[in-house]
């Protein structure tokens, strides 16, 4: 079962930012002034997010799956005014490794996966990439994506000449604290134009889903 916590996660400098930080990063996104009455205990960063939603403002959360304490699964920002989710996965040496970037694209709040980021490192622990690769998707059903190739230095083009079946790519509007389907790493991706070894590999014991995190396997 997963932990949320309504805090912020520094990928960059691998931080889990404090209460008041977090809301203060807030409140400079939404023009409110909460954080001195987190500051104060009158509030915590949940009663601030629970606010937040409500009226439509931006907020984060971190969720903890147990086992990587030290680390997030994921951390999460939600920014109604853009009409955006973001969910960045986080491996085990606190590394961003995969971005969902989802959109509202209908009138009763109904995201659409747009856009994947995903991040290959050179080696388990460091930050050196070896490459990245920027998926985009539309409605009707397009495909392209861009690899940015760190290691020889170069830039790789693929754009879709046939539609894909883009229905797994639609995820409903959270509630507040209903969580689970949004930050789910497994979905019907329209993939099967994988570079390199980021395709499934044929064998019947391992997911259809590549974007799994490098520890999938010692679990």
Same mark, same amino acid.
């Given at each position: 079962?997963?932990?949320?916590?309504? &805090?912020?996660?520094?990928?960059?400098?691998?931080?889990?930012?404090?209460?008041?930080?977090?809301?203060?990063?807030?409140?400079?996104?939404?023009?409110?002034?909460?954080?001195?009455?987190?500051?104060?205990?009158?509030?915590?960063?949940?009663?601030?997010?629970?606010?937040?939603?409500?009226?439509?403002?931006?907020?984060?959360?971190?969720?903890?799956?147990?086992?990587?304490?030290?680390?997030?699964?994921?951390?999460?920002?939600?920014?109604?005014?853009?009409?955006?989710?973001?969910?960045?996965?986080?491996?085990?040496?606190?590394?961003?490794?995969?971005?969902?970037?989802?959109?509202?694209?209908?009138?009763?709040?109904?995201?659409?996966?747009?856009?994947?980021?995903?991040?290959?490192?050179?080696?388990?622990?460091?930050?050196?990439?070896?490459?990245?690769?920027?998926?985009?998707?539309?409605?009707?059903?397009?495909?392209?994506?861009?690899?940015?190739?760190?290691?020889?230095?170069? &830039?790789?083009?693929?754009?879709?000449?046939?539609?894909?079946? &883009?229905?797994?790519?639609?995820?409903?509007?959270?509630?507040?604290?209903?969580?689970?389907?949004?930050?789910?790493?497994?979905?019907?991706?329209?993939?099967?134009?994988?570079?390199?070894?980021?395709?499934?590999?044929?064998?019947?014991?391992?997911?259809?889903?590549?974007?799994?995190?490098?520890?999938?396997?010692?679990?």
């Amino acid at each position: 079962m997963k932990l949320i916590k309504y &805090i912020n996660y520094w990928d960059v400098n691998k931080k889990i930012s404090t209460e008041k930080a977090t809301v203060g990063k807030w409140d400079l996104w939404n023009g409110t002034k909460q954080k001195k009455k987190v500051e104060n205990g009158e509030l915590t960063s949940e009663n601030v997010a629970i606010e937040n939603h409500s009226k439509g403002f931006g907020y984060e959360f971190c969720s903890f799956d147990g086992h990587h304490a030290e680390y997030p699964y994921c951390y999460v920002t939600v920014v109604p005014k853009n009409k955006h989710i973001g969910v960045n996965f986080i491996d085990d040496a606190g590394r961003k490794y995969l971005t969902y970037l989802f959109h509202e694209v209908k009138e009763d709040r109904t995201l659409f996966l747009q856009e994947i980021w995903y991040y290959h490192f050179t080696s388990e622990r460091g930050e050196n990439e070896d490459y990245r690769l920027h998926f985009v998707f539309d409605e009707e059903g397009n495909v392209n994506y861009r690899k940015y190739d760190e290691k020889n230095q170069k &830039i790789e083009d693929y754009e879709s000449n046939r539609k894909f079946d &883009i229905s797994g790519l639609y995820e409903a509007y959270p509630a507040f604290g209903e969580y689970k389907s949004l930050i789910r790493l497994d979905r019907d991706l329209p993939l099967d134009i994988f570079p390199g070894d980021d395709h499934t590999d044929g064998n019947p014991d391992h997911p259809k889903n590549p974007w799994l995190s490098p520890d999938w396997n010692k679990n």
